[in-house]
């Protein structure tokens, strides 16, 4: 068992440190050289919950990828990042408000030519995001509630992409396989003699190696929680607002 934890022991000059607002702010620069990889990372995270939102309120799965594009695509081609910022609230707020603003305007109905001569700047999976929907259970909540909670889950799957990335780096990945179970609140989860005997460990350091992850995962959500709010003081806040969403 290392002395150090993965996290520890990464490369944290190969990290991305970098906030969502401050990702947010530079792919609004039109002239950045990485203004694409800010808007392709800001895409991947927050892709399907506007996905889900849309297609719940009745829209067909081409219209909905037509406005998805559309949002993203517009914080580019009309430079709409640049009057964004911080104090704008969170960015997931000002997504929904770009979808809402888009069909009560029925842009749809208006414009179904493709963006950009029919070539999306952006790797898009309308496909994937439609398979991952028509297996989604019914659920009668309201469409901003549900997109609410997807963001609280695609917000907890980037956290443990990280967490499992860093294992990973650390050349420590089948280990974090089978730790991983700790993480979640599963009742059935097996105790930490049977997981140490798994890995060849005492009981102790088990323990000791779960504590580390689970701390771990609080940090990361915790960086992750702070770059999407304006000041360290909202993390908290925010944190209940997640827990809170996915209750409902």
Known sequence: MPATSPREAADHGGRFVTTHWSVVLRAGQAGSPDAMTALERLYLTY???????????????ETTEDVVQEVFLALVQKNQLAAVGPEKGRFRSYLLAAANHLLANEW??????????????????????????????????APDLLF????AL???DSVFARLRGEWQAADKGPIF??????????????GFA????????????????????????????????????????????EIRHLLAALRR
């Open 108 to 141: 749809h109905k208006r414009n179904r030519q493709k963006r950009g001569g029919g070539r999306a700047p952006i790797a898009l999976d309308g496909l994937a995001a439609e398979a991952r929907y028509r297996i989604e259970p019914v659920d009668d909540r």
């Open 154 to 156: 695609a917000l907890l």
């Open 194 to 237: 049977a997981v140490g005997a798994q890995l060849g460990w005492t009981d102790g350091a088990t323990r000791v190696a779960v504590h580390r992850l689970r701390k771990q995962y609080r940090d990361l959500l915790r960086e992750e929680i702070a770059s999407t709010v304006e000041s360290e003081t909202e993390v908290d806040d």
């Open 47 to 61: 892709r399907y919950p506007l996905y889900a939102f849309v297609r719940r309120q009745g829209h067909d799965p």
């Open 177 to 190: 396989d089978v730790l991983r179970v700790f993480l979640s609140s599963d009742q059935d989860a097996p």
């Open 148 to 151: 609410e909670r997807r963001w």
